[in-house]
Antibody
Framework: QVQLQQSGAELARPGASVKLSCKASGYTFTSYWMQWVKQRPGQGLEWIGAIYPGDGDTRYTQKFKGKATLTADKSSSTAYMQLSSLASEDSAVYYC??????????WGQGTLVTVSA | DIQMTQSPASLSASVGETVTITCRASENIYSYLAWYQQKQGKSPQLLVYNAKTLAEGVPSRFSGSGSGTQFSLKINSLQPEDFGSYYCQHHYGTPYTFGGGTKLEIK
């Protein structure tokens, strides 16, 4: 069965960077786009971007260009998202999700990022 | 970017009632519309895609309709497990965008 296992919660200082991971299993990692979605506390869902592990192609929404960097390691079937220059508004739960034609049928459990001095 | 507008933002209903949530796209997205359910503290779950196709395992009391710019999600005979938040999302190419969400609460 498809599983997406995300890394644990992060506490980071303002201005720092964090790198979140999403380990995929149960399917061919290189054949599906991996999406990343942000959700601030009590707020809605916000699409950040996506990576195609097969060739490393990436897509980002304008707001997250320069903030998020998506990478993937085919050898370990793991997708990564690095968030840089962290600020309080980056405190959120970040989800990875397997996308097929933009339909997110499988989601990870989420990683909570807290930015605090 | 395509903007997705959901209404209502919140909704209170009783078990057994029928409710409808609407979603409007800022431009024509044909039938490229998905709906997700999210329960408190949990990841979203896919309910409907391509505007009206139920995802695997989704009960038949859920139904999606619409095309173009106007869509709706109908839940017949609400069950206790249906309460939570619902989001629409267009999948008509990147950047994907979500609606603001509808919080469905027990009356």
């Amino acid at each position: 069965q498809v599983q997406l296992q995300q890394s644990g919660a992060e506490l980071a200082r303002p201005g720092a960077s964090v790198k979140l991971s999403c380990k995929a299993s149960g399917y061919t990692f290189t054949s599906y786009w991996m999406q990343w979605v942000k959700q601030r506390p009590g707020q809605g869902l916000e699409w950040i971007g996506a990576i195609y592990p097969g060739d490393g192609d990436t897509r980002y929404t304008q707001k997250f260009k320069g903030k998020a960097t998506l990478t993937a390691d085919k050898s370990s079937s793991t997708a990564y998202m690095q968030l840089s220059s962290l600020a309080s508004e980056d405190s959120a739960v970040y989800y990875c999700a397997r996308g097929e034609d933009g339909i997110f049928a499988y989601w990870g459990q989420g990683t909570l990022v807290t930015v605090s001095a | 970017d395509i903007q997705m507008t959901q209404s209502p933002a919140s909704l209170s209903a009783s078990v057994g009632e029928t409710v409808t949530i609407t979603c409007r796209a800022s431009e024509n997205i044909y039938s490229y519309l998905a709906w997700y359910q999210q329960k408190q503290g949990k990841s979203p779950q896919l309910l409907v895609y391509n505007a009206k196709t139920l995802a695997e395992g989704v009960p038949s009391r859920f139904s999606g309709s619409g095309s173009g710019t106007q869509f709706s999600l109908k839940i017949n005979s609400l069950q206790p497990e249906d309460f939570g938040s619902y989001y629409c999302q267009h999948h008509y190419g990147t950047p994907y965008t979500f609606g603001g969400g509808t919080k469905l609460e027990i009356k």
